[in-house]
C-alpha cells in the first residue's frame, strides 16, 4: 500500500514537473530545435558535399531548395484543378525533384563547368549570379507573394498525443513533423549506405580527397559530379518541401533565409563530411530555438529576431576556434 502511495506521489510530482516546466520546453522549443535542425542537416549535406567535390560554395543551393518547393506546390495544384485529388507534398515532390536535379545539371554546364579551372572567387560569384537569376524567375513566374503550400492547422498526432498523456507526457507533435523526422533518418540511412557501400559513392570520396589522385587512378571525375549534383539536388528539393510543410507557406526569399545557417551548419561539421553537416544541423537548429527560451526570469533569453544571429555567431567561433569543424573537414 506504501509503494502505491510513494508511485502516486512519484507520478504526481513527475506531471506536475511536466506541466510547469517540460510540456512548454518539449512542445515549442525543443522539437521545433529538431525540426528545424533536419531541414538544416539536409541542406547543409548539399553544401558540403559542393564544397567537398566541387571546391566552391554554391550560393544558390537555397533557391534552388526554393524552387523546389515551389515546382512541388504546382504539381500539388495541377493535379488538384485536373484530377480532382488532394497530393501529399512527399509525393508531389517525386517528379520535381527530377526538374530540380536537371537544373543542377542545367546551371553546372552553363555556369560553374567554365570556371572549374579558373580561380574559387570566379565560380562563387556566377553561384551568386545564379541565385539572382532563380530567385527573380521565381518571381515572374510564380509572383512575389506568399502562397499558401498546404491549408488549414496542423493537429497533433492523435495516437502519440494518447500514448503521451497515458505516461504524463503531453506531446503536441503534427504528422508533418513526423514526416520530417522519418524523412530525415531515412535520407541519412541512404546517403551512408551510398558513401560507403556502393562504386559512385566511394568514387566521390575519392574526389574529395584528391581528384587529381582520383583522375589519374581511373575515375570518372565528371560522373562523380553529376552524381553530386544528383545527391545534392534531392537533399535539397527534401529540404525545401520539409521547410515549406512545417511553416506551410512559400516566399521567394525562403531560400536565403535558409542560406547562411546551412552554411553555419556544414562549417560546424566539417566542410566535405556529410555526417558532419547533419549533426552541424541539429546543433544549429536547437541552438536557434533554444536560444528564445526564458531560461532566466519569463522573457526569452534572446528575442527570436536574432535567431539567426545565433547560426552567425556559431559559424564564426568554429571558423577561429576549429576552423577544420567538429568533423575534422577542410579547413579554410
Not at 492523435?158 to 505516461?167: E, H, K, N, Q
Not at 518541401?241 to 546551412?262: H, K, N, S, Y
Amino acid at each position: 500500500m506504501k509503494i502505491a502511495k510513494s508511485r502516486a506521489c512519484f507520478w504526481a510530482g513527475g506531471t506536475d514537473m511536466w506541466e510547469s516546466f517540460g510540456f512548454e520546453f518539449v512542445n515549442f522549443y525543443f522539437i521545433p530545435g529538431l525540426v528545424l535542425g533536419c531541414i538544416y542537416a539536409l541542406g547543409a549535406i548539399g553544401i558540403t558535399l559542393t564544397f567537398g567535390i566541387l571546391r566552391f560554395a554554391n550560393f544558390a543551393h537555397g533557391e534552388l531548395m526554393m524552387m523546389g518547393a515551389y515546382l512541388t506546390w504546382t504539381i500539388m495544384a495541377i493535379a488538384t484543378a485536373v484530377l480532382g485529388i488532394a497530393v501529399h507534398p512527399l509525393l508531389a515532390a517525386i517528379p520535381a525533384s527530377i526538374v530540380v536535379i536537371y537544373l543542377f545539371f542545367w546551371t553546372d554546364k552553363f555556369f560553374y563547368k567554365p570556371f572549374r579551372k579558373a580561380d574559387t572567387i570566379k565560380v562563387v560569384m556566377a553561384s551568386f549570379g545564379m541565385m539572382l537569376i532563380l530567385r527573380s524567375a521565381v518571381q515572374v513566374i510564380w509572383g512575389p507573394n506568399q502562397l499558401t503550400f498546404v491549408p488549414g492547422i496542423a493537429k497533433p498526432n492523435p495516437s502519440l498525443l494518447g500514448w503521451s498523456s497515458d505516461i504524463g507526457a503531453m506531446l503536441l507533435i503534427p504528422n508533418k513533423h513526423l514526416f520530417i523526422f522519418a524523412g530525415t533518418i531515412l535520407f541519412v540511412v541512404v546517403l551512408s549506405y551510398i558513401l560507403n557501400r556502393t562504386r559512385i559513392g566511394k568514387a566521390m570520396r575519392a574526389v574529395s580527397d584528391s581528384p587529381d589522385l582520383a583522375h589519374v587512378t581511373g575515375i570518372d571525375v565528371d560522373q562523380v559530379i553529376r552524381a553530386t549534383w544528383i545527391v545534392g539536388g534531392v537533399c535539397a528539393i527534401a529540404a525545401g518541401v520539409f521547410l515549406a510543410m512545417d511553416i506551410q507557406m512559400l516566399e521567394t526569399t525562403m531560400g536565403f533565409r535558409m542560406l547562411l545557417p546551412m552554411f553555419a551548419a556544414a562549417i560546424l561539421g566539417g566542410i566535405g563530411k556529410p555526417y558532419g553537416a547533419v549533426v552541424g544541423g541539429l546543433v544549429i537548429g536547437l541552438s536557434e530555438e533554444l536560444s528564445a527560451y526564458p531560461w532566466i526570469g519569463d522573457a526569452p533569453l534572446l528575442s527570436p529576431g536574432y535567431k539567426t544571429g545565433v547560426a552567425f555567431a556559431i559559424m564564426v567561433v568554429m571558423l577561429i576556434v576549429r576552423p577544420q569543424g567538429l568533423f575534422k573537414g577542410r579547413s579554410f
